[in-house]
C-alpha cells in the first residue's frame, strides 16, 4: 500500500506472494515523475515477473510508448513536460496499447476525460499494489482475448455486425435503425462483448457526462437499443446483470 496520508509518502509491503507466471515477460511501461512511486512500483512488478521501463516526464514517457510496444503502459495524470491526458491524445492518435491512468482521488473531471480520451482503466492515489497488479492482469487478458492491432473495423455477435467505418449495424440482414449514441453504446457493448458493463462506465464512456445517479438515461438508452437489437429477433444479446449493469453475450436458449 501506498498512501501519502500527512503528505508523507507511507510504504508498506502488501505485494502478494502468487507470481502470475502466465503473464511473465509482459512489457509495461510506467510513465511517472514520483522518484520514490516510481522505484517502489517498478521493483514490484519487476518481482511480479514483468519487464518494466520507467520514464519520469511526459516528453520521455511518450517518446517510449511510440517507439516501443508495451502491453500496458501505467501513466499518471500529473506529469512535468507533457501531461497525462496529453500524452494519452497523442498517443491514442496511432497507438491502442491498454493504458492504466493514475489519478488524483480529486480529479474527477481528470478520470472522465481520461477515459473518454482513451484510458482503459484508472486507479485513484493512494492505491494497494497488489490492486495495480490485478488490474494488469485484466487488461493483458482483455488486450489477449480481443488483439486489437490492427485495430478491428467490424465487430460481430452471432448474427449482429456492426461497420465502425460506415457506422451501420445489420442483425440478421436487416439494417438497424440507430441514433448515434446508440450506436456508440451498440459499439461499446459489442467491443468488450461477454464483459459486464456498468452505468457508470457506459454513461462516462459514450455520453459526456459525469455519472448522476439520478438520471436514468443509461437505462432508456439501453431500453431503446434492444427493441432495435433484441426484440425483433428470436435470440436477445443485450442482458441485465442485476446491480451489476449490462453485457452483450449469445446465450443459450433454455
Ligand atoms: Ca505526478
Redo the contacts with the bound molecule.
Sequence with gaps: MVSKASGRLQICNLRPRAKSGKMRGMRLLLI???AKLGEYLRKGLAEEGYVVDVATDGIEGLHLAMELDYDVIIL?G??PGIDGLSVLAALRQTKSTPVLMLTARADVEDRVRGLQGGADDYMIKPFAFSELVARIQVLLRRAQSHPSSPEPTALREADLEVDLIRRRAVRAGVRLELTAKEFNLLALLLRRQGEVLSRTELASQVWDMNFDSETNVVEVAVRRLRMKVDQPFATPLIHTVRGMGYVLESREQP
Design positions: 511517472e515523475d514520483e499518471d500529473m506529469l
